[in-house]
């Protein structure tokens, strides 16, 4: 087993984590970790068992990303609840890793009934779902408000940078600045966010100390 596979499952000790970003105290990256200034905001939902792992990149990506929410729980009543405010679905769309092998296109977008949208809407916001594909299904179920969000589907071009169950499968960082990227958000976005997900892989400390 590689370093990467055995860190994947590790838990932190809760009592011995900063509070706000759960890095054990010497990883702290509190501090020390660029922010980026991105325009479409994005809510992540993420299982209640993946907020003490080790390899946490959604609260990465929720630190490293000026406008974003992180939610852990597993059921929100509505889309209001999850967010904090009222906003038009129409506007936002689910992340869903669903390849499309024959398209080549690295993302596409379909409507709430499941109709492809052409030309790309302008979206305002990404949802997210953090969790194994076993969490995420019961995530999805749980939350039927999330069928009414346009469907935001990956087709990554390149394997993830940590072992996956699928082919298609990313970290959750990984499919957010995938999906950023492709939306047209900076290409530096995107980019800081997966150098900040190898560095936490392959030294849990985060060295970059630039704020943008």
């Given at each position: 087993?590689n ?5 994947q499952?590790?838990r932190?000790d ?8 759960l890095?054990?105290?010497p990883q ?8 980026q ?11 209640p ?5 080790l390899?946490?990149?959604?609260r990465?990506?929720n ?18 609840h999850?967010?904090g405010e009222?906003?038009?679905p129409?506007e936002w ?19 709430a ?19 194994s ?12 408000w999330?069928l ?10 390149h ?8 082919r ?5 960082i ?5 999906a ?8 530096s ?8 997900y190898?560095a ?8 970059s100390?630039?704020?943008?």
């Amino acid at each position: 087993m590689n370093n990467n596979a055995h860190n994947q499952g590790k838990r932190i000790d809760r009592k011995n984590a900063c509070p706000e970003c759960l890095r054990p105290f010497p990883q702290c990256f509190c501090g020390r970790l660029s922010i980026q200034k991105n325009n479409i905001r994005i809510l992540i939902l993420q299982h209640p068992q993946e907020q003490y792992k080790l390899l946490n990149s959604a609260r990465l990506a929720n630190k490293a990303l000026d406008n974003s929410i992180l939610r852990v729980g597993l059921s929100w009543r509505n889309f209001r609840h999850a967010l904090g405010e009222d906003v038009d679905p129409k506007e936002w769309g689910a992340l869903f890793l669903k390849p499309n092998y024959e398209t080549g296109g690295a993302l596409e977008i379909f409507d709430a009934r499941k109709r492809p949208v052409n030309p790309a809407p302008h979206l305002k916001g990404l949802v997210a779902i953090d969790g194994s594909w076993k969490q995420a299904k019961a995530l999805w179920w749980r939350n039927p408000w999330l069928l009414r969000l346009n469907r935001i589907t990956l087709n990554p071009m390149h394997r993830s940078l940590r072992a996956q169950v699928k082919r298609e499968g990313l970290s959750t960082i990984e499919a957010v600045a995938l999906a950023l990227e492709c939306l047209g958000e900076t290409k530096s976005i995107s980019a800081h966010l997966i150098e900040q997900y190898e560095a936490l892989i392959i030294k849990p400390v985060i060295l970059s100390s630039h704020r943008m």
